[in-house]
Structures are given as structure tokens and as C-alpha cells.
């Protein structure tokens, strides 16, 4: 695992950069806006299976420093979030293990603690995701259900909670498969949580489920607007698809590839600098 850390930036370069990383080769697993302690200033930070050549960030950053470190992952993953405090998005109460004792009523609990998977409702995105969930269970419960992009498994997890109907979560990184079944036995979810490693939407169990009344989609916006023509092919005429891992910049391009397949915006949801955009196929 590589991080690249670029330091000390304005919400506008933070947000350039942020997009044009996307297309970064080789593609980065993740990014990451956050905003310094001064609440001014910004650092952007991609993280690597595989090192990028210096010239290739270079091409993309200019003059601005940056620093790219191999880190080990687990450790580096743990360290940064193990005691983080509970999230609340909509229905959805996600925590550790340390705040079992502590959860309050009237909520759907989730369990899930630090990994090599990204998901635990601390990020932007992924809390953009169960506030949109939790929105959309609010008027219809949609099914079949697809949970695109898995990682940790807290979004096909909080469905089948929520709904008490069976969910197929995919991803492209059989660890995070593993820690997605993992959590869903932990949190009492096992037998409604079906797994597969998956690249994209090449699999037979993604073919099968078709048409899905709700697919979510938290990955990249370049993966995202790649996936458009399939992922809306896929969709029943009445369903809903939640879609994130986008920056704010990024919102009208992603929402444009989705247009083009007759999919209309429906509702945006925006947090520290990240977008969730819920779409579907209107009146």
C-alpha cells in the first residue's frame, strides 16, 4: 500500500485534484479530501496497490510538494480509526465495539470495526450513502438489491437490516469480500448478505439478480461514469441507484453519464466536500 499526501491546499485545488487523480495510472483504491485543523486549508490523500512513477503526480500537481510513502496496511488502517466516535446517518447508528454498551434507541445499530476495507460511516461518502438509503427505505422498499463496491459490506449490511431482505454485495478486492462477510455475520445480517469477488459488473450473480430495485455504488467517479451504461441497464424502471466516491466537482459529470441513460437526479447530498447523488428514472 502507497499514500500519496498532498499538503496545504485550497478547497479549489483540493477539489482539481481530487478529480484529475481519478485518472491517475495506476488508478488509486481510494481518495480522500480533508479538511486541515484551520478549517482554511485542505489535504488531499491517494492511496496506491501500486506506487505511481513521481513524473505522472508530477504532471498533475504542478508545483505543489507532495509526499508519497509505502505504508503497511493494516496497521496503518487500524491506527487511523480505531476509537473514532459512532456515526449517525439517518436510521443508521454505525460504531465499534468500544460503543456497544451505548447505542441508543430508535436506530439500526451496525457494528464495524477498523479494517483493510474501506466503510465505517466515518467518510463523507459512505455516510452520504446511508443517509440516501435511509431516505429511499422512507418511501418504498426497493428489490433486489445491489451493493457495487462493497469494501467493508456496512451498505448491503444496513439494507438487509433495515428491510430483512436478502442483498448481493460485490467487490473487486477479495479481502474486502471476506471482512464484508465477516461484519455481516457479526452483525446478525450472515444469511442475508451474499458476497462475490467481482470486477465491475462481470460476474454471473450480478447478471442474475437483474432488475435491481436499488443498486449502490460507492466507488470513484471515473469507475462510476464507466459503469453507467451497464449499471442502468440493470436498474428496474421503478428503481432507485445511490451513487458516490465523487467530489462535489465531479457531481455534474457523473450525473451526465447517468442522463444519457435516462436516469434524472433526484436528490444530492454533500459532506465534507464529498457528493452522494440519488438517481432514477423519474415520473
Not at 265 to 275: E, N, P, T
Request: glycine share 8%; proline share 6%; with cysteine.
Amino acid at each position: 500500500m502507497h499514500v500519496l499526501t498532498i499538503n496545504s491546499l485550497s478547497l479549489e485545488q483540493a477539489d482539481r485534484l481530487t478529480d484529475e487523480l481519478a485518472f491517475l495510472l495506476p488508478e488509486p483504491l481510494s481518495l480522500s479530501m480533508v479538511e486541515e485543523p484551520d478549517e482554511i486549508l485542505w489535504r488531499v490523500e491517494a492511496h496506491f496497490a501500486e506506487a505511481p512513477r513521481d513524473e505522472d503526480i508530477r504532471a498533475i500537481a504542478g508545483e505543489l510538494p507532495f509526499r508519497l510513502e509505502e505504508l503497511v496496511q493494516r496497521d496503518w488502517v487500524v491506527e487511523s480509526l480505531k476509537g473514532l466516535a459512532p456515526v449517525r446517518a439517518g436510521r443508521f447508528y454505525v460504531h465499534g465495539g468500544h460503543d456497544r454498551d451505548n447505542i441508543p434507541a430508535g436506530v439500526i445499530p451496525i457494528e464495524i470495526e477498523a479494517s483493510v476495507a474501506f466503510g465505517t460511516g466515518h467518510h463523507g461518502t459512505t455516510a452520504g450513502c446511508l443517509m440516501a438509503l435511509s431516505d429511499v427505505l422512507k418511501r418504498k422498499v426497493p428489490y433486489p438489491a445491489l451493493d457495487l463496491g462493497c469494501g467493508s459490506g456496512v451498505l448491503a449490511i444496513a439494507y438487509a437490516l433495515a428491510t430483512r431482505l436478502p442483498v448481493l454485495a460485490t467487490d473487486i478486492d477479495p479481502i474486502a469480500v471476506r471482512e464484508t462477510l465477516s461484519n455481516a455475520r457479526k452483525n446478525k445480517a450472515g444469511p442475508l448478505v451474499q458476497a462475490r469477488t467481482a470486477n465491475g459488473l462481470d460476474h454471473q450473480s450480478i447478471r442474475d439478480g437483474a432488475p435491481y430495485g436499488l443498486i449502490l455504488a460507492n466507488i470513484l467517479a471515473r469507475p462510476l461514469e464507466k459503469l453507467a451504461p451497464g449499471l442502468c441497464a440493470m436498474l428496474a424502471a421503478d428503481g432507485e441507484i445511490i451513487l458516490s466516491g465523487l467530489t462535489n466537482a465531479q457531481e455534474r459529470r457523473v450525473a451526465a453519464a447517468y442522463r444519457m441513460h435516462g436516469l434524472c437526479l433526484a436528490r444530492r447530498i454533500r459532506l465534507g466536500g464529498w457528493s452522494t447523488l440519488v438517481l432514477n428514472r423519474g415520473a
